[in-house]
């Protein structure tokens, strides 16, 4: 729901939101149901377009009614001019991509660097630049510098950081309602334009942490090793089961129970995945190293590297039930995005396993809810199925990649009467192990006898 007290005052700041990926477009239209003018810039003309027509270029669940209402009340638009927007805005977002560069642990800041640039060369008045992507510590600070000698209204033009935490399928109630709010700022101007900018969620009693540029970029890194670090756990945890016979989901279970671990992130499988979790360790790890601090987290490779060994576990285990050789086996892959309830595949652990088999000689077909489109693009070359039962017609063994809820609702009995064998690898240990082997599966789970 959107808060009640969405009406910002007349002397509300107009927004602009700079990149309308999955983070921008939720921001954009969010920030318009609170009740302020937006302007959403993007470099791609076709996303603009759509945008502008009323469609979210990518899934998000309840984003298109959003978008709808937001642009029946006549307050938000798209473009694609960084001049439009510098005229039009008194608060800058800058949501554009941080992606990993390619050879390198680093973060790619071309997209910062362009779309700040571009926008800071149009800025003449008073403004405030804030950005949202995740970017190595440093950046903003010297951002801040950039800024100011471009713009023509120079020292009148400040900037801020607000990192962002929401996620992917839960976007809307992220950006609605934030565990929390973080400014990084450099003056109480910057602040108080800020606060403007969110009144409404602030209003709701969200807590806001004030810092300066550089904690604010940490609060994002941290977080995202933090999450990183416990999958990653479990997931070693899961190894060591697997060479005891231990069962991996019990002690989880068992786990959770502590209040001081608490059982979120704590579920064992095939890993993390997506745009922003394996990224965000990497240029952190690569960032820390040119800070010559890269021993305080030189924990995070061993993270990334358990993450990495889940998915050939999962191809290993896969090929163990086909009888050790994957040529010709068929292999119905269930799920292509990184996670339930999102399209994205960036980095997707489904597919990474759904390519290697393919690779090794398998033939793979995959189904997903949403993300089949996107996965088409990436891997032309895997085979795409109409259903769930369809990928499995015919399949040797069945592996279940992301946890969407219908994966989790197939019938064992329905599925077993269509697949050439009955045999079910569980990558996300989202089934019930009893109810598929009473209906002759043989069940496998990482971690689990
Ligand atoms: N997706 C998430 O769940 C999430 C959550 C928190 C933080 N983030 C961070 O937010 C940032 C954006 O992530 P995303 O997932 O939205 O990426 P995305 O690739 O979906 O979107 C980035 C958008 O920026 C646009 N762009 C690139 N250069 C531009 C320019 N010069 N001017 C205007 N637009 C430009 C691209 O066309 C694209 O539409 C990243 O730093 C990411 O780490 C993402």
Redesign the pocket.
Known sequence: MVPAEATPTAAAPRLTV?????????HAVCMAALGYEVLG????PG?IERLNSGEV??YEPGLPELLAKAMDSGRLRFS?S?AEAADFGDVHFL?????QQRGSNA?DLS??H??TD??ARHLRRRALVVG????PVGTAAALADRVRSLAPAGEEVELAWN??????GF?VEDTLHPDRLVFGVTSAWAEERLRAAFAPVIGEGTPVVTTDLATAELV?TAANSFLATKISYINAMAEVCEATGADVQKLAEALAYDDRIGGRFLRPGLGFG???LP??IRAFIHRAEELRVGQAVAFLREVDEINKRRRARTVSLIRELAGGDPAGIRVAALGASFKPDSD?I?DAPALDVAATLHAAGARVRVFDPVAMDNARRACPQLDYAADALDAAAGADVVVLLTEWTEFREIDPAAMGAVVAHRRIVDGRHALDPAQWRAAGWTYRALGRP
């Open positions: 700079i990149g309308t990926g999955y983070l921008g477009a939720t810039v993007d470099v791609d996303k270029p990518f694609t960084l949501c554009v991509g941080t992606p973060a997209f910062v362009a779309a571009e926008l949202k992507s995740t970017v990192p962002e935490f929401l996620r992917e976007a994002k997506g745009g922003c990224k965000d994205d960036r």
